[in-house]
């Protein structure tokens, strides 16, 4: 993967640029006076997930019929592609096998374990009930893999095809024209202090101008919220809903596992007001991947989805699982998309689109969606070609037709089959009515019906959250290592890091303002009336209301602190928080989670070499050098 540094070597004068910096180290940054670096490509893709991956591979697949060579650049906030993707998943391959016919001839390929089972349990505290599972849950034909790894070599072969893949680059802002439409995206700057002053690292966003802009950021990403709002996207269609999912990754003693079972759950730990389920995937190499979705509609403020996943884990199947010789050896959390077809909103905007869950195209019966993801960045990458066959000089790029061609496809039937099942489970019957609707419509009707449940009130998850004194506090049960632990254990096994001394990314912020009322308002309301929820939903401990009776920005002796350092990207803050303050926003350029599986290689190779090191100590010969630099 290419680096800064061989970026800087790609673009003239950028180099020049970042060295002069040190002399106005520690001044404040103003973005309106720095001198950008602007690079013209082609297409600009946002995000190396599935989607973005997928969209610029098809893309260089089309330049023999365009009859030229197109530039494509993907920006990827991770280190390294992969790197924010949670292992663990089952995929149907279908769209795989449209873009990549002959995928299964590489040697690299990543999809070695193919799904043998599929089952379905319902849980109560002591027991595991077997159930019939809806037929869109059924896996033959899949799939389960490493998404990590996947999405990795999804990015190999795109560079083998001639595609610049930027790792450590976030696209943190838009780049608009004189008349509003989409010019392209700007990275974000690195080598900012926590007071927003330059350092002596100091290195300026830079703007990749393309004549096509295409987000695949993931759920609820910053620059599709901003689009979204900014060109309307959602006028005709309802709110997306979201469900937090947490993952971990077991190496189970061999007698517990069977590879290619794949089991799915409902009911404990979760009461019959709170949507949601969870999984067990058998992957190759003795792994398993197990976890909990939760949807976000949740109305308890006292609910905590890490420690509910916890406790799911010393239910008697689950302990059994785990038991004997098992070591847990990865941990992550995602907000994912489940408000389905009548969420999805319009795609594409003047000079761009949006692609994959940047717009939402997950299956929730399924719990799936990658499939989906790269299917509709296969039909933009055609729609992006057919746009820049046409003369530049005819305006921002029309990519209505990739909206056109997306409703025609097997993503909108496969969205089309399923549309009412999640909605059904906001019925006054709630949970047990979402059952018995979807077990009809899932095994019966398949979606031929002339109705569709649709959020007419308009209701956002975070407005769905009730105020605490509606209900009692939740006693959840103490860590009992090694099946559960405490959060902050969890948190080293996701390899997250940010730099200490940067902005903050996690901002209090509502209508572009920012200050100690604000604040202080913020600590007010969510301490009073919801309990301080964003300190139990965080999935990485990052909220925290203390004890301050002296802070300026504090409420009732109370003031937020936000540990940014350990924030892994999940979103959920943005999305549940009631108050509707809290901003995610990129951090530097390569910050966040570690969730591929080379980060565990190399902690292995480097504990290796130590003890080597360590090893040979004794028989080594110290020899002072006499050289200076």
């Excluded at 700057?189 to 993931?218: H, Y």
């Excluded at 308890?300 to 916890?310: H, M, T, V």
Aim: with cysteine; hydrophobic share 35%.
């Amino acid at each position: 993967m290419l680096t800064r540094t061989v970026l800087r070597s790609r673009i003239p004068y950028l180099n020049r640029l970042l060295h002069s910096s040190s002399r106005i180290s520690r001044h404040l940054f103003d973005p309106s006076t720095v001198e950008r670096v602007s690079e013209d490509v082609d297409v600009c893709i946002v995000g190396a997930g599935p989607a973005g991956l997928s969209t610029a591979i098809r893309l260089k697949q089309l330049e023999q019929n365009l009859g030229k060579e197109l530039r494509v650049v993907v920006l990827e906030k991770g280190a390294e592609v992969g790197s924010h993707i949670l292992s663990g998943a089952v995929i149907e391959p279908r769209a795989l096998d449209e873009l990549l016919p002959d995928w299964a001839l590489r040697d690299d390929h990543p999809l070695t374990q193919s799904a043998t089972s599929s089952h379905m349990r319902f849980l109560t505290k002591s027991l595991s009930i077997p159930i019939p599972h809806p037929p869109q849950m059924s896996n033959r034909g899949n799939y389960i893999v490493s998404l990590s790894r996947f999405t990795a070599w999804l990015g190999s072969i795109a560079e083998e095809m001639g595609v610049e893949v930027y790792p450590g680059f976030a696209g943190a802002g838009v780049v608009y024209t004189d008349d509003g439409s989409v010019a392209g995206v700007r990275t974000n700057e690195v080598g900012l202090d926590r007071l927003g002053c330059m350092k002596e690292s100091f290195e300026p966003g830079m703007e990749f101008r393309a004549r096509v802009t295409l987000i695949a950021e993931g759920a609820h990403g910053s620059i599709a919220k901003e689009l979204i709002e900014k060109f309307d996207l959602r006028r005709h269609s309802d709110p997306q809903t979201y469900g937090i999912g947490l993952k971990e990754v077991w190496r189970v003693d061999p007698t517990q596992y069977r590879p290619g079972e794949v089991v799915h759950t409902m009911g404990w730990p979760l009461d019959f007001r709170t949507y949601g389920g969870g999984w067990v995937y058998h992957m190759a190499d003795g792994l398993v991947s197990l976890g909990l979705v939760i949807g976000l509609d949740y109305a308890n403020p006292y609910l905590s989805p890490y420690k509910e996943f916890q406790r799911m884990k010393h239910h008697p199947y689950f302990a059994e699982l785990l038991s004997g010789n098992s070591t847990r050896i990865a941990y992550g959390g995602r907000s994912l998309n489940e408000g389905g077809l009548q969420s999805v909103p319009q795609l594409y905007f003047p000079g761009g689109a949006l692609v994959g869950c940047s717009a939402g195209f997950v299956n929730v019966a399924k719990i799936k969606g990658t499939h989906n993801a790269m299917k509709s960045g296969m039909l933009a990458a055609e729609a992006a070609a057919a746009a820049l066959s046409q003369e530049p000089s005819s305006g921002p790029a029309d990519m209505s037709r990739y909206e056109t061609a997306l409703k025609t496809s097997w993503v909108w039937s496969d969205l089309n089959e399923v549309r009412n099942l999640r909605e059904s489970f906001h019925t006054p019957l709630g949970i047990w009515g979402g059952i018995m609707y979807s077990g009809v419509d899932s095994l019966l009707l398949k979606g031929r019906t002339p109705w569709t449940f649709r959020n007419r009130a308009r209701l956002t998850d975070s407005q769905r959250t009730q105020p605490a004194y509606r209900f009692l506090p939740i006693n959840y049960p103490p860590p009992q290592p090694p099946l559960s632990t405490d959060l902050l254990t969890s948190l080293t096994l996701t390899g997250t890091n940010h730099a200490e001394d940067q902005p903050v990314h996690l901002r209090v912020r509502k209508d572009g303002n920012e200050n100690t009322a604000l604040r202080k308002l913020h600590v007010q309301r969510n301490l009073s009336e919801y309990a301080g929820l964003l300190q139990r939903a965080c999935p990485a401990g990052v909220y925290e209301y203390v004890e301050d009776e002296t802070a300026a920005d504090g409420w009732n002796g109370h003031k937020l602190v936000i540990n940014s350092q350990n924030c892994i990207h999940c979103k959920l803050c943005d999305i549940k928080v009631p108050t509707q303050d809290i901003t995610w926003t990129v951090p530097e350029g390569g910050g966040g989670p570690k969730y591929s599986e080379c980060l565990l290689l190399t902690i292995f190779i480097v504990m290796a070499y130590l003890i080597l090191v360590i090893k040979l100590l004794p028989d080594c010969k110290i020899v002072q050098s006499s050289s200076t630099l």
